[in-house]
């Protein structure tokens, strides 16, 4: 089974509507990371969790919420999608040890 | 300035040749710096970290860190074709893990 989980793997919306963006983790990690990668662009951080409670702000925060549900769950919503919010979205998770961070298989979101 | 630094390439290197990969980083107390792999439409996978200055090496890997000119790099011995993919260079600060924009590399037959 897979460490860290996205659902759905593939998504096309229209402008306006809300979407979620869910993923779970198995690796028992506290960090948890939302990024999306753009064409020449890399991956860009939107919002980053240290624990429940704790929820941050990335550089691309604009237009997106999250909510950690509980230590194996952080979810992404934009609350009013727009056509440039078009972008793979990846999840993350990473070990306070080390730092070294382990990402999900992305999910591809496409706003009409 | 970019937190993090990457030439973006292509660079194309002859299979079994070393390829070299370059990346800098602006922000003077970055803890951990690590290498990720990422094929066409996959997830990036760690491939290395480094967290002291000097040399690492892990097979046909050897990642390279000096602090002081905030500069950490990442050769590939005996360059294949399955090497060919985008190479991200990651820095993890006090807090969040910031990538660098990629580098495509190509590997020649």
């Known amino acids: 089974d897979a460490d860290v989980t996205q659902t759905p793997r593939n998504r096309i919306t229209k402008t306006g509507k809300r979407i979620m963006l869910e993923c779970s983790q198995t690796?028992?990690?506290?960090?948890m990371y939302w990024y999306r990668q753009d064409p020449g662009l890399g991956l860009r951080l939107i919002y980053y969790?240290?624990?429940?409670?704790?929820?941050n702000k990335g550089e691309i925060s604009d237009g997106y919420s999250v909510s950690r549900q509980a230590q194996a769950k952080f979810s992404l919503s934009l609350e009013s999608a727009i056509p440039n919010q078009t972008a793979l979205y990846f999840c993350?998770?990473?070990?306070?040890?080390?730092?070294?961070?382990?990402f999900g298989p992305g999910t591809r979101l496409t706003v009409l | 300035q970019k937190e993090v630094e990457q030439n973006s390439g292509p660079l194309s290197v002859p299979e079994g040749a070393i390829a070299s990969l370059n990346c800098t980083y602006s922000?003077?107390?970055?803890?951990?710096f690590f290498w990720y792999r990422q094929y066409s439409g996959k997830s990036p996978e760690l491939i290395m970290s480094?967290?002291?200055?000097g040399d690492k090496e892990d097979g046909r890997f050897t990642a390279q860190l000096n602090k002081a000119s905030q500069y950490v790099s990442l050769l590939i011995r005996d360059s294949q074709p399955s090497d060919s993919a985008t190479y991200l260079c990651?820095?993890?600060?006090?807090?969040?893990?910031?990538f660098g924009t990629g580098t495509r590399l190509t590997i020649i037959p």
């Open positions: 480094i967290y002291s200055n």
């Open positions: 690796k028992g990690h506290d960090r």
């Open positions: 969790s240290f624990d429940v409670k704790d929820i």
């Open positions: 922000d003077r107390v970055s803890q951990s």
């Open positions: 990651a820095v993890q600060g006090n807090e969040k893990l910031t």
């Open positions: 993350a998770t990473s070990d306070l040890s080390q730092g070294r961070a382990f």
